[in-house]
């Protein structure tokens, strides 16, 4: 990222105040850009009737200047007994929602690999916040963007070396539990010796989908599951799963690759009225100086040509540049869908976006968001 070194040392000092440690890769090279994150609340109980409209509603009311979509300033309390990872070095990669809870994953790099990547949960009205470690083990610092549907939190992490994708449970959140304690969760791939896994998406499926080497589906009502894996700056890798007994259980198979030379930092996967599959991906582009232009890709993954390891036909359908309250801090530092973004479906017709600023801040008890909703 281009940036006026001046500027950066600046808002490095100004923001040092506020943060806990220093030091690390500054969260701006390419060793550091794996993340995002995306999440929906529920099992997908509503379907859009038009995913494209849906993203028009977003403008709150029609002016002649307002030509993009305004984000709304929120905050989150976010208090613990340990600071979080050093910031300068570290920052929020994902967001989801799970009923009441917000969900943020946060890497945690230092001067050795042996450190565990973070998930918070933070109950909204403030009452319970957990702290988890990502799946993987300690060596995988870097969880990345993050997808919940029905009790499971999907998502990707990286170590120095590889990366890999998981899947977690976290029905315990229900009762107020934290998932570190009473959760459980599994790897569901790996890639030795490539650290580009950056996000996941993940949605369910009715109707026939082909696979190569397997008997066409014939059954309209089987529940298949299509999960989504964006290999940074490369490509967005396709899966596909028909269990017979619910997700947790899924046997993963490659289906397509989607190929694009977008750097996503959130990707999240839903289904229109005509079952048809839909990706919102969220990145982050420079403005020219230290800060990020915020922007949301809506993508329509062809399901007639979806064959075994193919390219997909799909044709980015939406380029969608988002104006976005940066709260309380500035540049690389403020809100933007850089870090943590998230989306929801609130109703055939609604869905909410966000977008989080870049830290768990020590010295003031929030971290800011925005929403950007009808």
Same mark, same amino acid.
């Given at each position: ?45 509503? %379907? ?17 200047? #307002? @030509? ?8 989150? %309390? ?14 929020? &990669? ?26 918070? /949960? ?16 300690? $060596? ?6 993050? &997808? ?41 791939? %790996? ?5 580009s896994a950056a996000a996941v998406g993940i949605t369910d499926l009715r109707g ?13 009502? $089987? ?7 964006? %290999?940074?700056? $490369? ?15 899924s046997y993963f198979r490659p289906l397509a690759n989607l190929a694009t030379d977008?750097? @996503? ?11 048809? +599959? ?14 990020? /232009? ?29 104006? +976005?309250?940066?709260?309380? $801090? ?26 989080? &600023? ?9 971290? &800011?968001?925005?929403?950007? #909703?009808?």
């Amino acid at each position: 990222m281009k940036k006026n070194s001046v500027l950066w040392v600046i808002l490095a000092l100004f923001s040092f105040a506020l943060m806990s440690g220093g030091g690390g890769c500054g969260g701006d090279s390419d060793g550091c850009r794996y993340g995002g994150g995306v999440g929906t609340a529920d099992t997908h109980p509503y %379907r859009l009737s038009d995913p494209l409209q849906a993203l028009d509603n977003l403008y709150k009311e029609f002016k002649e200047n #307002e @030509y993009r979509p305004r984000g709304t300033l929120r905050n989150i %309390r976010v208090h613990y007994g340990n600071p979080p990872p050093d910031s300068l070095a570290n920052h929020i &990669q994902g967001y989801a929602n799970y009923g009441d809870y917000h969900i943020l994953t946060h890497s945690n790099t230092g001067n050795n690999s042996n450190h565990p990547g973070y998930i918070y /949960f933070h109950q909204k009205d403030n009452d319970y916040r957990f702290r988890a470690t990502s799946p993987g083990g300690y $060596q995988y610092a870097h969880p990345g963007g993050i &997808q919940v549907i029905g009790d499971f939190l999907l998502g990707a992490s990286t170590s120095d070396n590889d990366s890999l994708a998981w899947i977690y449970d976290i029905a315990s959140l229900k009762n107020n539990e934290s998932p570190g304690t009473s959760g459980r969760s599994k790897i569901l791939m %790996r890639w030795p010796g490539d650290t580009s896994a950056a996000a996941v998406g993940i949605t369910d499926l009715r109707g026939d989908i082909r696979y190569s080497g397997d008997d066409m589906l014939t059954s309209g009502n $089987q529940k298949k599951y299509l999960f989504a894996v964006h %290999r940074y700056g $490369q490509k967005v890798e396709l899966y596909i799963s028909y269990p017979t007994d619910g997700l947790w259980d899924s046997y993963f198979r490659p289906l397509a690759n989607l190929a694009t030379d977008k750097s @996503y930092d959130g990707i999240a996967l839903t289904r229109d009225t005509n079952d048809d +599959v839909w990706m919102f991906a969220f990145r982050g582009e420079s403005d020219g100086g230290s800060g990020f /232009f915020s922007w949301v890709d809506v993508w329509k993954l062809t399901d007639d040509v979806l064959d075994d390891l193919k390219e997909i036909r799909s044709d980015v359908r939406v380029e969608q540049r988002l104006s +976005v309250d940066e709260g309380f $801090q500035l540049g690389v530092f403020a809100i933007s869908t850089r870090y943590g973004t998230g989306l929801a479906v609130k109703s055939d017709t609604e869905i909410v976006l966000t977008a989080t &600023q870049r830290n768990i801040y020590t010295a003031t008890p929030y971290t &800011q968001y925005n929403t950007f #909703e009808k």
